[in-house]
């Protein structure tokens, strides 16, 4: 489909049913002609299709297709275009024509991590660094300053919020109109990489690869493809959010985009190829058409294929069901099925609302077929928890509902569920507050919204499932986010705050980081194994045990929101002996805390059976503190 080079020139294949004919149109080579002829009309074949080859094609030749139908007759995009033109030197085109295969990738021995081992951490493009060089919005060539960074702080992967092109100038990233190109405001062109080539080659050297030339970096999709190598060469799997279940609504007044592909009715909404007379945000695909489905899957599998993402999470896949119905079922199963045959073990991800087992059961059980699944259950039981405990001592906090909230009996595995505490949706402008506001409302930095911050991530980085941080969450950030960097900069994260001006941050940093090096150190904390030890309404304590089944690995982690030391506090354990205090995060607050109230280090267990466990040891439990013990 689309625009292929195919020897000394290009294929192009585009479905248009209904069309009277579909017509080619560009500059290949040194022919220059936008006018629909019968020298560059395609052929139908009997399934819908227009083809055709046209001799002299190059690489980064600007090409569309004119379509002439029942209704009226247009240009339009190529639906499956790799690159969409943005200069004056392409001032007829939107569509170029672009070898996949011109890109030398230099990872090429990654291994993506394992579904359990992975720990996410979810950013925008637009605004995660943005103005790096010398522009508002960030681009993909702007995320390779903090990658070191990223490594650092020990996440293995990065999700990306939709880069697809979308139709408005800032997005975030959910109303896509093409959805095979990279969003253009996320590339360079020309002179703009001069400030980054250095930087790309040094960071290729270092892992003791081959550079590339400024001619190969000034291709705007070869920068997202030097993201992605870069990633793996660091350790770093890199996924990307795809949006199904709806389109960008701006498509709806582009002449020139998917909406009414084939030219052939208006207005009725419900002819217009692609989609329904239904709307989410944007129209919704008709994915109860065969050749819909196959779009949406190949769109998949390219990204997979030619950009070597290594997974993917499938936006409001509840909206896909609900406004397909059994089409919507089918196509999961199609899609799923057809990714883990071509890419096996690259992790498919759902958004579906509610958590539902059957969405990650495999296709042959009846399911829908993906890996894993968003979940709220942990979300709102601890941003609850923080909640009422910021309204002081005294009052009632359901550690409880955090105890049945740790994993989801519906799912056949705990890694099934991604968890988090924060994402683009609950903090995205004036919706919900960051966590260290919600700690405490009226000074984020109190040591009172620190605690019980570092409460929160802590339990989510130790709790089973797939953890996800969202960008900022990490050191402390307590504004809401927006997707438009040119607007005022209190929204925008606080990066100066590494730099010195905020100890806050840096110590939280550093606890984040140390807990996540811990996680991915500590089998247990990865593995199936969960048992709650002890809920204390009272004393507003957790303790539950981890372990790998049938290997052992034994952690235990305690949890607390009293706003007071808990001395003397006993507690069941696995087993007798000593256990290592591995995680204090009382040790993070003015790091390092000359003052850490714990246990030195460590507790031992005695043969004097508590909680429904072999042994006890007693323990000194910080003020809304974590700990986590392991066997010394």
Not at 107 to 113: E, I, L, S
Not at 120 to 131: D, M
Not at 138 to 152: I, K, S, T, V, W
């Given at each position: 489909m689309g625009a292929n080079l195919y020897h000394d020139g290009a294929t192009f294949r585009v479905w248009a049913p209904r069309a009277r004919s579909v017509h080619v149109v560009g500059r290949f080579g040194n022919a220059d002609d936008w006018r629909p002829n019968d020298g560059n009309r395609l052929v139908l074949d009997e399934n819908g299709y227009w083809a055709g080859y046209v001799q002299g094609v190059r690489d980064g030749d600007p090409y569309k297709f004119y379509v002439v139908g029942e209704a009226r007759e247009s240009y339009k995009r190529d639906p499956y275009a790799r690159e969409l033109g943005s200069t004056p030197a392409y001032p007829h085109s939107d569509c170029i024509v672009r070898d996949p295969a011109s890109y030398m990738?230099?990872?090429?021995?990654?291994?993506?991590?394992?579904?359990?081992?992975?720990?996410?951490?979810?950013?925008?493009?637009?605004?995660?660094?943005?103005?790096?060089?010398?522009?508002?919005?960030?681009?993909?060539?702007?995320?390779?300053?903090?990658?070191?960074?990223?490594?650092?702080?020990?996440?293995?992967?990065?999700?990306?919020?939709?880069?697809?092109?979308?139709?408005?100038?800032?997005?975030?990233?959910?109303?896509?109109?093409?959805?095979?190109?990279?969003?253009?405001?996320?590339?360079?062109?020309?002179?703009?990489?001069?400030?980054?080539?250095?930087?790309?080659?040094?960071?290729f050297a270092q892992h003791g690869k081959p550079g590339m030339s400024k001619e190969a970096l000034a291709v705007p999709i070869n920068q997202l493809k030097v993201l992605v190598d870069l990633c793996h060469l660091n350790g770093i799997a890199l996924l990307m959010d795809v949006v199904y279940n709806h389109a960008g609504h701006q498509i709806i007044s582009q002449e020139e985009s998917i909406w009414f592909f084939d030219c052939a009715h208006g207005p009725d909404a419900n002819q217009s190829l692609y989609f329904t007379d239904r709307t989410h945000i944007g129209p919704v695909f008709a994915v109860w058409k065969q050749e819909v489905r196959q779009f949406l899957i190949d769109n998949a599998d390219f990204f997979l294929s030619e950009y070597r993402i290594d997974g993917?999470?499938?936006?409001?896949?509840?909206?896909?069901?609900?406004?397909?119905?059994?089409?919507?079922?089918?196509?999961?199963?199609?899609?799923?099925?057809?990714?883990?045959?071509?890419?096996?073990?690259?992790?498919?991800?759902?958004?579906?609302?509610?958590?539902?087992?059957?969405?990650?059961?495999?296709?042959?059980?009846?399911?829908?077929?993906?890996?894993?699944?968003?979940?709220?259950?942990?979300?709102?039981?601890?941003?609850?928890?923080?909640?009422?405990?910021?309204?002081?001592?005294?009052?009632?906090?359901?550690?409880?509902?955090?105890?049945?909230?740790?994993?989801?009996?519906?799912?056949?595995?705990?890694?099934?569920?991604?968890?988090?505490?924060?994402?683009?949706?609950?903090?995205?402008?004036?919706?919900?507050?960051?966590?260290?506001?919600?700690?405490?409302?009226?000074?984020?930095?109190?040591?009172?919204?620190?605690?019980?911050?570092?409460?929160?991530?802590?339990?989510?980085?130790?709790?089973?499932?797939?953890?996800?941080?969202?960008?900022?969450?990490?050191?402390?950030?307590?504004?809401?986010?927006?997707?438009?960097?040119?607007?005022?900069?209190?929204?925008?994260?606080?990066?100066?705050?590494?730099?010195?001006?905020?100890?806050?941050?840096?110590?939280?940093?550093?606890?984040?980081?140390?807990?996540?090096?811990?996680?991915?150190?500590?089998?247990?904390?990865?593995?199936?194994?969960?048992?709650?030890?002890?809920?204390?309404?009272?004393?507003?304590?957790?303790?539950?045990?981890?372990?790998?089944?049938?290997?052992g690995q034994d952690v235990v982690v305690v949890a607390s929101l009293n706003e007071s030391s808990l001395y003397g506090y006993r507690l069941g354990m696995p087993d007798s002996g000593t256990w290592a205090e591995a995680l204090n995060s009382d040790f993070y607050d003015q790091f390092p805390n000359a003052e850490t109230r714990g246990n030195g280090g460590l507790v031992r267990g005695i043969d004097v059976p508590m909680h429904g466990l072999a042994a006890s040891a007693e323990m000194t439990i910080p003020p809304n503190g974590v700990l986590v013990f392991v066997r010394g």
């Open positions: 990738w230099r990872a090429g021995d990654w291994q993506r991590p394992a579904f359990n081992d992975l720990v996410i951490y979810q950013l925008h493009i637009g605004t995660f660094s943005p103005g790096l060089g010398g522009h508002k919005v960030g681009c993909f060539l702007d995320l390779l300053e903090r990658l070191d960074y990223l490594e650092n702080l020990g996440v293995n992967a990065i999700q990306l919020l939709p880069v697809v092109e979308f139709s408005s100038p800032r997005s975030l990233g959910y109303d896509g109109s093409d959805l095979f190109s990279p969003e253009m405001d996320y590339t360079l062109e020309g002179d703009a990489v001069d400030p980054y080539l250095a930087q790309v080659n040094n960071m993917l999470r499938y936006d409001h896949v509840s909206v896909i069901l609900s406004e397909n119905g059994e089409s919507g079922w089918r196509f999961c199963c199609d899609c799923t099925s057809t990714l883990r045959n071509r890419h096996p073990g690259a992790p498919d991800i759902a958004e579906h609302w509610p958590v539902g087992g059957a969405i990650v059961r495999p296709v042959d059980q009846g399911g829908a077929g993906f890996d894993a699944i968003w979940s709220d259950a942990l979300r709102e039981s601890l941003r609850s928890a923080v909640a009422s405990a910021a309204a002081g001592g005294a009052a009632g906090v359901n550690m409880g509902r955090i105890a049945d909230t740790l994993w989801i009996p519906a799912l056949s595995e705990k890694w099934r569920a991604v968890q988090y505490i924060e994402s683009h949706d609950e903090v995205y402008r004036d919706r919900a507050p960051r966590i260290a506001r919600l700690a405490d409302g009226s000074n984020p930095r109190s040591w009172y919204a620190r605690s019980r911050a570092r409460f929160a991530t802590g339990l989510l980085l130790m709790a089973p499932g797939i953890p996800m941080l969202f960008m900022g969450q990490e050191f402390l950030e307590d504004k809401p986010w927006s997707d438009d960097p040119g607007m005022d900069e209190r929204f925008l994260l606080y990066w100066a705050g590494l730099d010195g001006r905020d100890r806050h941050m840096t110590d939280f940093l550093r606890f984040v980081s140390d807990a996540i090096r811990l996680r991915r150190s500590r089998p247990g904390l990865r593995g199936e194994g969960l048992r709650i030890i002890s809920v204390d309404e009272g004393n507003r304590v957790l303790a539950f045990q981890r372990w790998v089944e049938g290997v």
